[in-house]
């Protein structure tokens, strides 16, 4: 029963991956209605989510330009095998937003150099398997990422919306490096079981104390 | 040569993009012979893309949709040269970086030179969500009284749906060990935590917190003592409690 309910679930998500594949397909042929059409249904979310990242608005309404830029001038080359287009979007907008503060650290920092442009990461490509959320969905991690312990919600915001490795997480939280990774695990975990099981209240990888050390 | 629990505590790292580039390719060439970590990579996976849709919903200005189609519109044969040079096409933030170095540089470098980095860090990002509250269109105030087991307690409450809470607290009593004071935004349906609440010996303390953006509008926030590292629900005593 409940593969039944979660193919019923995902059904609203093929058919708008459907839809954006099209419109890549459309945009790459040189349609200008496409473009647009790619940008009323995908704004909302990479802009959100590069404000998140930047908290600047002017710099995220760069940084939203620079994605669907990039967006329309790779759409002929969007290969539908590795991944949803809104996974594709967002691991572009997440890149492009990441790359704007590290730069701004570097310079704060005085340091050049040694900072990898994120996007030629081969890590953060989607996956095949990912797939978009339903608000059900959304909902339950928000709740399971408020609840979970500080710091481990802290070492996985600072790995995601400011790019930061783990070792620069680990002195960042003036933590041993084997415990911040232990603690991005743990909470990650704790993510995936509330995207798992979406009607769970409070699905947990242990109890709220066990982060608490 | 790292072992495989030593390989494995990396994966979250690899999918997370926070492995240096030494790392990254000792894990890379242990996922290509070992499925235990390949499976824990598509396992790991789509939690970490749904952290995308966890951030308030915000729509870009509406100006910005012409901007961008007309940019893209354009520029099909600008494309190429923007492709061989990225970095000319960061002209006009470049001039805003600087103006914020310039502006910001000055207090950062005192503060270097103390050695304080991560502090600051730490602190900086916490001001800049702070501040983006505190310019939030969409800011209301809650002001907290303390319970009757700390009535000198004070605290506000500044809360934004799309931008998260900002929480300040004065005259608290020191938590015991062992115990942790833990905000509340309370909902019709659930009380929701905030997060901990870290205070200074005068048992005061500012704290910004995310909060989801669907959230039910609060009908009050809260401030209990509860066991350190915080509770999924309150289970302890009131220290304040707030309404809009």
């Known amino acids: ?213 | 040569m790292s072992t495989h629990d030593e390989l494995k505590a990396n994966a979250a790292g690899y999918v997370l993009g926070g492995l240096d580039a030494a790392e990254r390719r000792e894990f890379e060439l242990h996922l290509a012979e070992c499925a235990e970590c390949a499976a824990d990579i598509a396992s790991l996976r789509p939690a970490i893309d749904a952290l995308a849709a966890t951030v308030p919903q915000v729509s870009p200005r509406p100006e910005v949709r012409a901007r961008i189609l007309r940019s893209v519109g354009a520029a099909g044969d600008r494309a190429q040269s923007r492709r061989n040079a990225p970095q000319m096409r960061a002209g006009g933030w470049l001039a805003l970086a600087a103006a914020i170095v310039i502006a910001v540089g000055a207090g950062l470098y005192a503060l270097r030179v103390q050695r304080q980095m991560a502090d600051l860090q730490a602190r900086f990002d916490q001001q800049r969500a702070t501040s983006a509250v505190l310019s939030a269109p969409d800011l209301a105030r809650i002001d907290l009284q303390g319970q009757p087991v700390a009535p000198d307690a004070r605290a506000r409450a500044l809360w934004s749906r799309t931008r998260g809470l900002v929480f300040t607290a004065a005259n608290l009593p020191p938590a015991p060990a062992g115990k942790a004071y833990q905000v509340w935004v309370v909902t019709a349906q659930m009380p929701v935590s905030a997060g901990l609440l870290t205070t200074d010996p005068s048992g005061g303390g500012t704290q910004y917190y995310y909060t989801p953006p669907d959230i039910a509008a609060p009908v009050a926030v809260a401030v209990t003592l509860e066991p350190a590292g915080g509770v999924a629900a309150p289970t302890g005593e009131k220290y304040l409690v707030g309404m809009p």
Request: with cysteine.
């Open chain 1, 1 to 213: 029963m409940w593969l039944l309910a979660a193919l019923a679930r995902m059904q609203p998500a093929a058919e708008s991956q459907a839809e954006d594949a099209a419109c890549l397909r459309r945009i790459a042929s040189g349609d200008q209605a496409a473009a647009g059409e790619l940008y009323d249904r995908h704004s909302r979310a990479l802009y959100s989510l590069i404000l998140r990242i930047v908290a600047d608005e002017t710099e995220a309404e760069d940084v939203l330009q620079e994605v669907f830029a990039q967006a329309f001038r790779q759409a002929s080359r969007y290969d539908a095998t590795r991944g949803v287009v809104a996974a594709w979007l967002l691991m572009m907008a997440r890149s492009r937003a990441i790359d704007r503060i590290r730069a701004k650290r570097t310079r704060f920092e005085g340091r050049t150099g040694e900072v990898e442009r994120i996007d030629q990461m081969p890590d953060t490509q989607p996956d095949a398997a990912s797939m978009m959320l339903t608000e059900e969905q959304t909902r339950s991690v928000q709740r399971a990422l408020g609840e979970l312990p500080l710091m481990q919600r802290m070492a996985i915001e600072l790995a995601y919306y400011e790019g930061l490795s783990h070792s620069e997480i680990a002195e960042r939280l003036e933590q041993p490096l084997g415990t911040v990774k232990t603690r991005i695990r743990l909470g990650l975990l704790k993510l995936r079981d509330a995207l798992t099981h979406p009607n769970a209240q409070s699905p947990r990888v242990g109890g709220p104390m066990e982060g608490a050390t």
